[in-house]
């Protein structure tokens, strides 16, 4: 599955996941069919969390007015 989502932007993930759980928030769908779908879905958290994180990371650093890099804390 994770390799099926490497060419997927974070928001294609974000649809894929949200109708992932559309789909699960019936109760329409067979118990071995929803839990290959909570897998997908897991999946698809751990990346898009992974590309936050990511992003998060390097916009952790600006540069102030004299050009030097500042590092900032971002609480979680």
Request: hydrophobic residues 40%; negative net charge.
């Amino acid at each position: 599955m994770a390799e099926e989502n490497e060419n997927f932007s974070f928001e294609e993930k974000l649809a894929e996941l949200e109708k992932i759980v559309n789909k699960l928030e019936t109760g329409q769908v067979p118990l071995d069919d929803a839990i290959e779908e909570f897998k997908k879905a897991m999946d698809l958290v751990k990346e898009c969390d992974e590309k936050l994180n990511s992003v998060q990371e390097s916009i952790a650093k600006i540069v102030n007015e004299n050009k030097e890099v500042v590092e900032f804390e971002i609480n979680r």
